[in-house]
């Protein structure tokens, strides 16, 4: 089926400094989404993302969070700065939008650890 | 806002067994339901979803779940479980449409054993 790709698969940073995450979605997409899953815990949404603009997001998409997806090249997730709470495995996914059609594909995740 | 539960962290089952995976959802409107898959180290899978109709939905790999509305309820179901069914479930739900941000429960991993 569609593959959605994760760059990279783990990331290791200092607290304070910037990281990208990035997402190759699925070619002919449309619709962008950024989850989170704290080890142990449950994925919970962040964002979702169309036609350049924020369409929804969650009380944990802080201030230190960003999207954009610059044309034709990966949807990012940037966190500046980063804090010891945002470890956790990040999964973008992506779909058509075309409505009973619809479906989420994910990724295989972005594993950060903030140190 | 919508809510997802699922009791069973863990099920053990034996190959060959049935298997009923349970969900329950709270969510004051017409809910988007899903259940997804998980292998180690991939993105979630979609095995089914619902919004209308007959309320028992078939999926792939011999997966269906029922919708009872009076019961807010939408269990996952599996005549017989193979080794290869080893994995994280989680049941999902979403607000508006397949594309909106999905609530996700905390998972249940099934574990097949010999007989």
């Known amino acids: 089926g569609p593959k959605v790709l994760q760059i990279p698969s783990h990331q290791i940073i200092d607290m304070g400094q910037m990281v990208t995450l990035n997402c190759d979605p699925v070619?002919?997409?449309?619709?962008f989404y950024w989850y989170k899953q704290i080890l142990g815990q449950q994925m919970e949404f962040l964002v979702n993302?169309?036609?350049?603009?924020?369409?929804?997001k969650s009380k944990l998409f802080k201030d230190q969070f960003s999207v954009e997806r610059p044309d034709g090249s990966y949807f990012t997730l940037k966190i500046q700065p980063t804090a010891l709470e945002d470890s956790a495995v990040y999964f973008c996914?992506?779909?058509?939008?075309?409505?009973?059609?619809?479906?989420?594909?994910f990724g295989p995740g972005t594993r950060l650890l903030v140190l | 806002a919508q809510s997802v539960t699922q009791p069973d962290a863990r099920v053990t089952v034996s190959e060959g067994a049935s298997l009923q995976l349970r969900c329950k959802y709270s969510?004051?409107?017409?809910?988007?339901l899903f259940w997804y898959v998980q292998y180690p180290r991939q993105g979630l899978q979609l095995l089914l979803k619902?919004?209308?109709?007959?309320?028992v939905v078939q999926g792939v790999n011999g997966f269906e779940a029922e919708f009872i509305k009076s019961n807010s309820s939408f269990h996952l179901r599996k005549a017989s479980v193979h080794w290869s069914d080893s994995a994280m479930y989680f049941c999902?739900?979403?607000?508006?449409?397949?594309?909106?941000?999905?609530?996700f429960g905390s998972g249940t991993k099934v574990i097949p054993c010999l007989p």
């Open positions: 969510y004051s409107g017409t809910p988007y």
């Open positions: 619902y919004y209308s109709g007959d309320p």
């Open positions: 999902a739900v979403s607000a508006w449409g397949f594309a909106s941000a999905l609530t």
């Open positions: 070619s002919n997409h449309l619709y």
């Open positions: 996914a992506s779909s058509t939008l075309t409505g009973v059609q619809d479906t989420q594909y």
């Open positions: 993302f169309y036609n350049g603009k924020v369409m929804e």
